[in-house]
Nanobody, 126 residues
Framework: VQLQASGGGLVQAGGSLRLSCSAS????????MGWFRQAPGKERENVAA????????YYANSVRGRFTISKDNAKNTLFLEMNSLRPDDTGVYYC????????????????????WGQGTLVTVSS
């Protein structure tokens, strides 16, 4: 499993960004996927996840209503649409896949995600 995140950048508060995660093989269609972020000096935290079959999505309270996770199985790509961005959304964003295909641990713990892409930096200025 190989994952590559892109789409980060510098945006003003209130703005929007769309992150993409390009995956190898059929990763997006068979693995539960998630987006995590890590702010300077803080732990990596899950912000959104989507079950491998698309039947469940999860959002952290801090992003619910502003962020939308989605995927395109045909393009094997995971997305994170981020709207109404705030300075505390700043961080390095990582896409990840759970360790086991066709499985949803229903947990947002990063320990359940065994496959990681490199991060993409999102900076939100006030």
């Amino acid at each position: 499993v190989q994952l590559q995140a892109s789409g980060g950048g510098l945006v003003q508060a209130g703005g929007s960004l769309r992150l993409s995660c390009s995956a190898s093989g059929r990763t997006v269609s068979i693995y539960t996927m998630g987006w995590f972020r890590q702010a300077p000096g803080k732990e990596r935290e899950n912000v959104a996840a989507i079950r491998w079959n698309g039947e469940r999505t999860y959002y952290a309270n801090s992003v619910r209503g502003r962020f939308t996770i989605s995927k395109d199985n045909a393009k094997n790509t995971l997305f994170l649409e981020m709207n109404s961005l705030r300075p505390d959304d700043t961080g390095v964003y990582y896409c990840a896949a759970e360790r086991t295909p066709y499985y949803d641990s229903q947990s947002v713990s990063k320990e359940n995600f065994g496959h990681w892409g490199q991060g993409t930096l999102v900076t939100v200025s006030s």
